[in-house]
């Protein structure tokens, strides 16, 4: 992603071997147990498919701002965020406020889709969020509380408005855990012991400069890509159908922080629109500010057909939206329902939410943030072998780990090391930072921090992950070494 010196970033410029505290003395347990308690609880009640617990080992007790604190009174900074959902933090005064006025107020906190002026004032905010030309035309769909049931609404009316049944996804993308978004998805482990999944969806090739599918890269490697798409849709010996749409997200998120390169993106869309296809634009995770801009599909200035959103939208309350061209809006009443589309408490702190990311140009924050970070992790790779990739969009990066030396696969490629990955994530879990993993072979450290995250709080993020990979591949160097 670019080299950066370190005199030319404060930030990046900290040592690696900085102290960073980020922990506070242990408080007693209190009636509701301790972290032990309640884990051996939770292990003895919930089911095998729960995954968070199994790398962060906690309850947790308290949440503000950035950072969470654990039933024992240890304090971390929450890089993870709800998976991206909670924008502006855990309990901001926004979102707290205008859950209270609602319920003061004696509102409706449930109402199908049946209209109150919460829901009406939520449009407002959302339309004035979306991107001028694309909000002049849109339709707005309330779905059911997940980002998976907003995927299921746009692939359904994708059908609907088209009479097609195929659908073109990618590689490495995410799109939720039903049967119809596993079978959207690349991640072939969620998936594997389930038969029957929705049919007629075919994978095309992303554009992942790393590990480039057509081993590449560059732009010879995104050319190959978009060609081998115009192929699957001119070709009639393709064996494959005309599709309703293509879906994608711009920026994928559990695939490992890989942004698609705005040029691809742009040609894809003119793609699409030749083809009479619809292109829809996962915004699940990347919405509302995450990558820079409100929107990632912004970056390249394209305007889809339709944009499914979830997470942040409700404030960290569960809600989801598809917003699409009102031309399509052909299906019938009843056509794609949910008990809880009617959340008012997620409409109500939506509103504020996206009205305080807009108002306080928060998106810019992220891009400005990103950068910094970036830098650092540009400037920790070059000391470090093993970062084999510094990647992503605002505050939205990953760090791709590889195996020391010259190790590749069939094409080239460094051999990806999800070993290494965890055992980093596990240190900087010890030090009071929370981070996820994903990724080709679970290899790619992610950092989604809320969007309010402070320059010093990077600064500790920074600090934390640079000891943890010091630790940790100054380790493997010595090992191989031997």
């Known amino acids: 992603m670019g080299e950066a010196k370190a005199s030319e970033n404060p930030v990046a410029a900290q040592p690696a071997s900085a102290p960073v505290t980020t922990t506070h003395a242990p408080t007693p347990a209190n009636a509701d147990g301790n972290n032990v308690t309640l884990l051996a609880q939770q292990e003895k009640r919930e089911s095998s498919a729960r995954t968070y617990p199994r790398r962060f080992p906690i309850a947790i007790a308290k949440a503000q701002g950035v950072r969470v604190t654990d039933m024992d009174g240890r304090e971390y900074i929450d890089c993870l965020a709800g998976a991206g959902t909670l924008a502006l933090g855990h309990n ?201 801009k409100l929107f990632a599909f912004e970056h390249a200035g394209i305007t889809p057909d339709i944009v499914v959103m979830s997470k942040a939208i409700g404030g960290g309350l569960p809600l989801s939206v598809i917003a699409y061209h009102g031309k399509y809006d052909k299906w019938r009443p009843g056509a794609h329902i949910g008990t809880f589309r009617g959340n008012q408490l997620a409409m109500a702190a939506g509103i504020k939410t996206l009205r305080h990311i807009r108002e306080n140009n928060l998106a810019d924050e992220a891009a400005r943030k990103g950068q910094i970070l970036e830098s650092a992790l540009c400037n920790l790779q070059a000391s470090f072998p093993e970062i084999g990739d510094v990647r992503g969009r605002g505050l939205m990066m990953g760090v791709e780990m590889v195996e020391y030396g010259a190790i590749t696969d069939h094409q080239g490629h460094p051999k990806a090391s999800p070993a290494l990955a965890s055992a980093i994530q596990k240190t900087c879990f010890a030090k009071g930072l929370i981070l996820e993993v994903g990724g080709r072979h679970s290899a790619v450290l992610r950092f989604l921090p809320p969007l309010i995250i402070s320059d010093g709080e990077l600064r500790d993020v920074i600090g934390i992950f640079s000891q943890a990979v010091s630790e940790n591949c100054r380790e493997r160097t010595l090992h191989v070494a031997e």
Request: proline content about 6%; overall charge negative.
């Open 92 to 292: 901001h005064e926004t979102v707290t406020s205008a859950i209270r006025d609602l319920i003061e107020a004696g509102a409706p906190l449930h109402t199908l889709d049946i209209t109150t002026p919460t829901k009406e004032a939520f449009i407002d905010e959302l339309l004035t969020c979306l991107p001028g030309e694309f909000a002049a035309h849109a339709r707005v769909h309330f779905c059911g509380p997940t980002g998976a049931d907003g995927v299921e609404a746009a692939i359904k009316l994708a059908k609907i408005a088209t009479g097609r049944s195929n659908v073109l996804a990618f590689q490495g993308g995410y799109h939720g855990s039903t049967h119809a978004t596993m079978s959207l998805s690349g991640n072939w482990h969620q998936k594997s012991a389930l038969e029957g999944l929705m049919p007629n969806v075919h994978f095309m090739p992303y554009p992942y400069g790393y590990r480039c599918p057509f081993g590449l890269g560059g732009e010879a490697g995104q050319k190959a890509g978009l060609n081998f798409i115009r192929s699957v849709l001119s070709d009639p010996e393709s064996g494959v159908a005309k599709p309703a749409a293509i879906i994608l997200e711009a920026v994928q998120g559990e695939g490992g922080a890989i942004p698609a390169p705005d040029a691809w993106l742009r040609e894809l869309r003119q793609i699409t629109a030749e083809n009479d296809v619809l292109l829809i634009i996962d915004e699940v995770q990347t919405g509302f500010g995450r990558t820079g």
